[in-house]
C-alpha cells in the first residue's frame, strides 16, 4: 500500500512526535497514535517507524533533517505546545465543538475529546488520511462517540455538506495548524465561509500560515534550496506566503480576526526553525 499525495509530511511530523516521545520516555496517546498512523500509512510509514526504532535510523533521520531542514522536528513540538495551550484555554472560555480542519496524523482530537467530557470533535481531511485515522483510532483502542471525522477536499469540494457536522449554536474552536499555506488564498476563504455558513457562535481559530523570505517566496528561514523542489514532487507545495505585519490584513480578507501572533524570537522559548506564523484570531461574524 502506498500513501496518497500530500501525505509526507503528516507522516514526517508524526514520526517527529514518535521520536520526541521515545526520547522523552512517554507512552501518551499522542505518541501511540503518531505510531499507529506510521502503521496504518503502509511500506513509507512503516519504513519511518523502523527508523524511529533504531539507533542507526535515528542517525539518518538527524542527518535528513540538517540537509534539508534544520530544526524543523524542534518547530513542530513548538507549535503543537503553543496549539493545545491555546485551545484548553479557549475550552475552558467556554468553547464546546472542536473543528479539525486538515488534522493529518495528529492526536488533538482524540485527546481533547477524551480530556474534556462535553466536547464535540469534528476533523476533516482528505479520505486517505481520514482511512488512515480510522484504522490509528481503532488500533489505539479509541471508541469515541464524541469524535467525528468527515473526509473533504478543501480545493475540490465546496465545504457544505462535511461541515454540517457542526453543532450551529455551539461555540467553537477551530484549528488549522500546517494546512493554510496548502490552499489558494480564495479557497482559504470559503474554507472559512463554510465554517461560518455552519455556525452561528462565536469561533475561535488558532491556525498557521507561511512567512514570505527576503526573496518574496513562502518558506522556512532556514530551509535548503531543494526542500521547495521536494514539497512540490510530494505533492504539497507551499501556494502562499506573507510578512508579519501584513497578516492581519490577509487574514481579515478570508474572515479571520487575528487577536494574537505567537513571537518566534521568545526569549524563553524561540522557534527552533522560524518561518511559519502560529496566530490565533476569530471569525468574523459576516464579512
Ligand atoms: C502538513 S499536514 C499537517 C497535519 C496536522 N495538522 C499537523 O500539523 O500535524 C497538512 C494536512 O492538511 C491536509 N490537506 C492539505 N491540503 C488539503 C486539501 N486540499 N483538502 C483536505 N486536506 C488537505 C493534508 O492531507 C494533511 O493532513
Known sequence: MTMAAGASTSMLIAAAEALAARREGRDDLHARFARASLDACGDAGARLLRRVDSACGRLL???????????????????????????HEAIEAG?????????????????????????RVLEVDRAATIAVR???LQACGIEQPRL??????????????????LERDVPTIAVAEGLLMY?????????????????????????SAMA???????????????????????????????????????MAAAGLAVTHVADPDDGRDPDPCPGEWLFRGTLLPRW
Open 134 to 136: 480510522e484504522r490509528a
Open 61 to 87: 533521520l538527524r542527518l535528513a533533517e540538517a540537509a534539508v531542514l534544520p530544526g524543523i522536528a524542534a518547530h513542530y513540538r513548538w507549535r503543537k505546545r503553543r496549539i493545545r495551550h491555546w485551545v
Open 148 to 165: 467525528l471525522m468527515r473526509d473533504m477536499d478543501f480545493t475540490t469540494e465546496g465545504p457544505g455538506d462535511t461541515l454540517r457536522g
Open 95 to 119: 468553547a464546546r465543538q472542536l473543528l479539525v480542519l486538515g488534522a493529518g496524523f495528529d492526536a488533538l482530537g482524540p485527546c481533547m475529546a477524551a480530556r474534556h467530557p462535553s466536547l
Open 183 to 207: 490552499l489558494r488564498p480564495d479557497i482559504v476563504s470559503s474554507l472559512w465561509r463554510g465554517v461560518r455558513a455552519q455556525c452561528r457562535a462565536r469561533i475561535d481559530v488558532v491556525a
Open 212 to 250: 514570505c523570505g527576503e526573496d518574496g517566496m513562502p518558506g522556512f528561514r532556514c530551509q535548503r534550496p531543494w526542500l521547495r523542489g521536494w514539497l512540490a514532487r510530494r505533492g504539497e507545495p507551499f501556494a502562499w506566503g506573507t510578512t508579519r505585519p501584513c497578516l492581519p490584513a490577509v
